[in-house]
């Protein structure tokens, strides 16, 4: 497509409907995946980047790599189980895993308001620091900025990642079959529940904290099983419910899963019922699915369980051949209904 061409395309979202950039564009859920489809893709469209990844999985002569890159904004900076230097680190690591990769190399960029406080800074470095070397990934280059004051709202981090993928890995949506099993590595909704008790001044009698954890040492552990993983995905912005749509949107098959056999805490469903949320649509930062032949599903939840972070993973579902891209629920009490994506914004300034 020539310079000309691409100067000449119109925006292919109605600016009837959405004249300006809403916070929901950035929540995971239709309208995010929206600006994904009809601006973002429309405009840059590749083989690569139309695989909708978690990361670019890159062909090379030495093999095959991930390339990973995501931006960090999260009100407050600090809440309870981690805080915006560790959740900088642990997101890129989580999607170069979600590829199949060991990470190996990291750049951060920061982009500072004018007035940030040092010592806030030195604390997000440290815990960046500390995450970078409990993952085993380095960083290696990076960039940083400053903005007038009242235009940055604090700090901004951006990190991009590369891992490389052992040989014989492929993971992607297209490897899902008919009969696959879903397995989710364990609770789900802590993170989206503990940062808005932060932010809103909710008190909560357990303390609840954030699932914020590295994937890579649970996904090494099944890869090196060799359970022909067909794919995976973490479960941020939007929950269990997007992630769940983004792979059945992909495919010609439709998933199924039980509202029962999904692991809640007690403390997050009750703060849910009270708040109007449900825990399918919260974010998480420790927590992902894995769809694989049901034949090596058991199998699956036993590794997961070995880690601390797995300790509640459960098969939840199931794929199905169908000719609608749809994620189905059976409820506690027996009916069925369709999960789609979240309209709107439940919760901003996540991740």
């Known amino acids: ?35 994904i489809d ?11 980047l139309d695989t ?28 309870p189980g981690g805080d915006i230097g560790t959740l900088s680190i642990y997101g890129t690591v989580n999607d170069l895993a979600m590829c199949g990769a060991r990470p190996r190399w990291l750049s951060a960029s920061f982009i500072i308001e004018e007035g940030f406080s040092m010592e806030t800074l030195w604390r997000v470095v440290v815990s960046m620091a500390e995450a970078s070397k409990k993952t085993g990934i380095s960083i290696v280059t990076g960039d940083t900025k400053v903005v007038d004051r009242g235009k940055g709202d604090g700090i ?35 993170h989206g529940i503990a940062v808005l008790a932060v932010r809103e001044g909710i008190q909560l009698e357990s303390g609840i904290r954030s699932d914020l954890a590295p994937l890579d040492s649970m996904v090494g552990d099944l890869l090196d099983a060799d359970l022909n993983v067909h794919c995976m995905r973490d479960l941020t912005r939007g929950g ?4 769940l749509n983004e792979i059945a949107s992909m495919t010609d098959c439709s998933i199924r899963i039980e509202e029962n056999l999904i692991p809640v805490h007690d403390e997050v469903q ?9 825990p399918i649509y919260v974010a998480n930062e420790g927590k992902f699915i894995t769809i694989l032949p049901s034949r090596y599903a058991d199998r699956a939840v036993e590794i997961l369980r070995d880690h601390e972070e797995g300790s ?23 009916s069925e209904r369709i999960v789609d994506m979240m309209s709107g914004e439940q919760l901003p300034r996540i991740c």
């Open 1 to 35: 497509m020539s310079d000309r061409n691409i100067s000449q395309m119109t925006c292919p979202i109605p600016l009837d409907d959405y004249p300006e950039v809403t916070m929901a564009h950035g929540g995971g859920g239709r309208l995010m995946n929206d600006l």
């Open 38 to 48: 009809r601006v973002i893709l429309k405009a840059f469209s590749n083989p690569i």
């Open 52 to 79: 909708r990844h978690d990361g670019a999985v890159l062909a090379t002569e030495g093999g095959k790599l991930a390339f990973a890159t995501d931006s960090h904004v999260i009100t407050p900076l600090f809440f």
């Open 156 to 190: 901004y981090i951006n990190t991009a990642g590369i891992g490389i993928i052992p040989p014989g890995i492929e993971i992607a949506p297209s490897k899902i079959r008919e009969g696959d099993a879903v397995v989710l590595s364990g609770d789900i909704g802590r």
């Open 240 to 243: 269990l419910a997007s992630g």
């Open 270 to 278: 009750g703060a849910c019922e009270i708040l109007g949320f449900d």
């Open 312 to 334: 509640q993973a459960a098969i939840i579902g199931y794929v199905e051949k169908s000719s609608y891209a749809d994620v189905l629920m059976t409820s506690s009490i027996g």
